[in-house]
């Protein structure tokens, strides 16, 4: 089935104040705290979202540019990872309203992009 808006999972890293714009704006918004996955390991964030459909959102490039990675070495399949630079909340508003606004939820799958 063809997915046309980006779910968005949030890591514990990203401002709550930042979901919570993104979701005034008609986007679907799940955070660790809402799912009770504060303080679980990266790998199992991102398996978390990827069995859900949702493209993950975090400050923390290294440890998920490295999963990215061992995800396509093992022919396995996620909703995409999108790493923010941190900025206020203001300016990474903007920079994710660029990418939800532009790419679809078929196109996110097994991408990385930076904001």
Do not use: C, W
């Amino acid at each position: 089935m063809s997915e046309l808006f980006i779910r968005l999972y949030l890591d514990e890293d990203v401002s709550l104040v930042l979901g919570a714009v993104i979701r005034a704006r008609g986007y679907e918004v799940l955070t660790t705290r809402d799912a009770g996955r504060r303080s679980t390991d990266d790998a199992d964030q991102l398996a978390f979202a990827a069995e859900r459909g949702m493209t993950i959102l975090t400050h923390n490039r290294p440890d998920y540019d490295a999963l990215a990675t061992d995800y396509v070495d093992r022919g396995l399949r996620h909703a995409g990872i999108i790493a923010a630079v941190r900025h206020p909340v203001p300016e990474l508003t903007k920079r994710l309203l660029y990418i939800l606004d532009n790419v679809t939820a078929d196109e996110m799958v097994n991408q990385v992009r930076y904001i």
